[in-house]
């Protein structure tokens, strides 16, 4: 079998014109598995009311943020793309679940090199119904009905890989080692408590309750919640980092459901209101910078920070490129081209 490789971000609007955002956002909130409410619901929501409001802030928000060469996601998903080729003897594609380029074409670029078993790399360390489970869902859903002779595998969820942690750690390290902070802030993005719930494979184990995330259970292979935690506990671990200095929220709620807390805009603003002068936030959610980093947290949350009366505020960044990331990338796909297990 011929092998190749799809990596998978999650998207970017064409431009930050409000009509391309509308477009995207379209796209992105119609997926049953981002608002999981009934279609019927789902499109009074999104169509009603969302794209009616939503698209001029947002693209507001993408022009502070966009480069030259375009969305910094795109660019920086395909600087990585770039950096990964020469490392893995396989074709290597670049997709978005949403927006260009898509993943039909992606998979066609693959079949068309003579590709007939394709591996699956979601960009997302950890597993969500909102990002891994739609990318994998939409691949097996395109290549049965347009590229039939395609056999896929795909990338497990890679949040507490040692490696992973390590490069992360490092990462992190670096960019704080001129200027350690008083408080290492861990933003991820968030999702629905509801969604925490229906991940659960064995119904009944997820209460997020504090308790739940502790306790050993064959869940959390598809708990975003503890897959999340786990990533700080275990960076915070590898970089010592001592208790009180660090902790976890959740960032990007959208409308009044419940979502994952504590939320990451009010954390910034206790913080600063509670005497901490200088924070950094990490987002390893994400391994590209994005509008919820560059945005978000760069902009949003220094302002939050400042006017409750912070001094000091350092935004990470992601992965993106950085070479002991791509290596371990291409370490994982080489490991899955020789023998199909990843994770050796």
């Known amino acids: 079998m011929s092998k190749g490789v799809l990596l998978v971000n999650l998207g970017s609007p064409d431009s930050p014109e409000p009509k391309d955002v509308k477009n995207y956002l379209g796209e992105f909130l119609m997926d049953g598995r981002v608002i999981d409410f009934p279609k019927w619901l789902r499109s009074i929501l999104v169509k009603g009311i969302i794209l ?38 396989l074709p290597v594609a670049l997709a978005m679940r949403y927006g260009k380029p898509s993943m039909e074409t992606g998979l066609r670029e693959l079949s068309d090199q003579g590709v007939d078993e394709v591996f699956v790399v979601p960009l997302y360390p950890q597993y969500a119904m909102a990002t891994t489970e739609t990318t994998l869902v939409l691949a097996e859903e395109l290549i049965r009905d347009q590229f039939p002779n395609l056999k896929m595998s795909s990338l497990p969820a890679f ?78 671990e590898k970089m010592k980092l001592t208790e009180g200095s660090f902790s976890t929220s959740f960032q990007s709620r959208l409308g009044f459901d419940p979502w994952l807390r504590p939320y990451t805009d009010r954390t910034i603003e206790r913080l600063a209101k509670e005497g901490v002068r200088s924070m950094a936030v990490a987002t390893p959610a994400f391994v590209s910078d994005c509008l919820e980093t560059l945005e978000e947290i760069a902009m949003e949350g220094e302002e939050l920070f400042h006017e409750a009366g912070g001094t000091h505020f350092n935004t990470l960044s992601c992965l993106n490129d950085d070479p002991k990331w791509v290596a371990l990338l291409a370490h994982w796909i080489n490991n899955w081209a020789s023998n199909e297990t990843p994770f050796v």
Do not use: M
Request: aromatic share 8%.
């Open 159 to 236: 949040y507490n890989q040692p490696e992973y942690i390590d490069v992360l750690a490092h990462s992190l390290s670096e960019q704080i080692k001129a200027n350690t902070p008083e408080h290492l802030l861990f933003s991820y993005h968030g999702v629905p408590e509801r969604h925490i719930r229906k991940s659960d494979i064995t119904k009944s184990h997820c209460k997020i309750d504090g308790t739940c995330c502790v306790t050993s259970s064959p869940a959390h292979e598809f708990c975003y919640r503890h897959q999340c935690k786990e990533v700080t506990r275990l960076v915070a």
């Open 52 to 89: 009616n409001t939503r698209p001029k802030a947002s693209a507001k928000a993408y022009k502070k943020i966009w480069w030259d060469e375009g969305s910094p996601l795109i660019v920086l998903s395909e600087r990585l793309t770039q950096a990964l080729r020469p490392q893995v003897d």
